[in-house]
């Protein structure tokens, strides 16, 4: 499955609705990235084919989302976006975790493995 492009209303509807929540919530049901982005950014422009054949090799585990800071002006706003690519990491238990800079792959492979779908340790 390749990346999912994702507009500020998508956002809304499968990630976090921020208009109507105070408090986080994640509303996904895997654990996601989503890459802030923008057509002109060289590093934006190398992390892409990463973050493709990540999709893809994790399919049905996680999704990755695509969200294009210049379209999507108010979602970045709200995430106080400063670089690109900036990326949100959800891991299995909706907790959220901001990360700016362009990574290689087997960076993001050891965040997918370690955190994002790493067990849940339960509370004993």
Not at 116 to 123: F, G, N, Y
């Amino acid at each position: 499955m390749p990346t999912i492009k994702m507009t500020t209303q998508d956002f809304k509807d499968k990630v976090f609705n921020y208009e109507t929540e105070k408090e986080w919530k994640y509303l996904g049901a895997l654990p996601a990235i989503i890459d802030f982005y923008a057509d002109w950014c060289g590093p934006c422009k190398m992390v892409a084919p990463v973050l493709e054949e990540l999709s893809a090799e994790y399919e049905g585990k996680l999704l990755i989302y695509k969200v294009d800071t210049e379209a999507e002006q108010e979602l970045s706003a709200v995430f106080g976006i400063q670089s690109i690519p900036t990326l949100l990491f959800i891991d299995s238990t909706g907790e959220p975790m901001m990360q700016p800079g362009a990574f290689p792959k087997h960076i993001f492979k050891k965040v997918i493995e370690e955190k994002l779908l790493a067990p849940v340790k339960s509370e004993e």
